[in-house]
Nanobody, 127 residues
């Protein structure tokens, strides 16, 4: 089993920045890619960003490209999401996720390909 714990959420004004962290524990040697998803009230969960195991490949939703950066530190079993130029529409609960097996290409953006999920951290951007 793998446990994922997010941190770093909070309240920030529009234009501000936050950095989310996701610490993995348990059978972390089995992890491959890691991803971030978010869910706003009344909306479906959507893909935000993902990173391959080596960190050589990153993927972003169009809505966050150029503003968010995903990175990872495998020595610490931690993935980060640096969020800059935040907008009110970025308000959501942000979830860290990891698949049980290797994924590739379009699968990085599909929540159904991820098996392990954190409890989520709230990000609120005020206008």
């Amino acid at each position: 089993q793998v446990q994922l714990v997010e941190s770093g959420g909070g309240l920030v004004q529009a234009g501000g920045s936050l950095r989310l962290s996701c610490a993995a524990s348990g059978r972390t040697f089995s992890l491959h890619a890691m991803g971030w998803f978010r869910q706003a009230p009344g909306k479906e969960r959507e893909f935000v960003a993902a990173i391959s195991w080596t960190g050589s490949r990153t993927y972003y939703a169009d809505s966050v490209k150029g503003r968010f950066t995903i990175s990872r530190d495998n020595a610490k079993n931690t993935v980060y999401l640096q969020m800059n130029s935040l907008k009110p529409e970025d308000t959501a609960v942000y979830y860290c996720a990891a698949p049980r097996s290797a994924i590739t290409g379009w699968e990085f953006g599909s929540s159904s390909k991820y098996d392990y999920w954190g409890q989520g951290t709230q990000v609120t951007v005020s206008s």
